[in-house]
C-alpha cells in the first residue's frame, strides 16, 4: 500500500506560479515512478508530468512542457510539481500517482497508475 498526500494548490492569477507537493508513504518510495494528473470539471484526466523511481528521467505533456517541472527528493518522499507562467486552462484537481508496475511508454496512461492521491484544486483567474 502506498498513501499519498498532496499540498500546495490554491488560486492565482494568470501568469503566477505554484509548486505542488506529494508526499508518499507505506513503501519504498524510490522504488517507484510518479506522475501527475489533473482534471477540470466535465473531463477526462489528463496527463501532465511523470518521473522515473531515481529522478533522471522525466516526461511532461505538451500542454505545459516549458511552464512546469516535475522533480523528487526521495530522502523525503515527496515529489514536486513547479508550475509557472499559469493559465487559465491550467485550472484543474491536480493528483499525483504512484506506478509501481512500471511499463516503458506508459508513463501518460491514468490506468497504469496504482495508488493516487485525493488530489488539490488550482484555480487559476484571468
Known amino acids: 500500500q502506498v498513501q499519498l498526500v498532496e499540498s500546495g494548490g490554491g488560486l492565482v492569477q494568470a501568469g503566477g506560479s505554484l509548486r505542488l507537493s506529494c508526499t508518499a508513504s507505506g513503501r519504498t518510495f524510490s522504488d517507484y515512478h510518479m506522475g501527475w494528473f489533473r482534471q477540470a470539471p466535465g473531463k477526462d484526466r489528463e496527463f501532465v508530468t511523470a518521473?522515473?523511481?531515481?529522478?533522471?528521467?522525466?516526461y511532461y505533456s505538451r500542454a505545459v512542457k516549458g511552464r512546469v517541472t516535475i522533480s523528487r527528493d526521495n530522502t523525503k518522499n515527496t515529489v514536486y510539481l513547479q508550475m509557472n507562467s499559469l493559465k487559465p486552462e491550467d485550472t484543474a484537481v491536480y493528483y499525483c500517482?504512484?506506478?509501481?508496475?512500471?511499463?516503458?511508454?506508459?508513463?501518460?496512461?491514468?490506468?497504469?497508475?496504482?495508488?493516487w492521491g485525493q488530489g488539490t484544486q488550482v484555480t487559476v483567474s484571468s
Open positions: 518521473i522515473s523511481a531515481s529522478g533522471t528521467t522525466t
Open positions: 500517482a504512484a506506478d509501481l508496475t512500471y511499463v516503458a511508454g506508459t508513463y501518460a496512461l491514468p490506468a497504469q497508475y496504482d495508488y
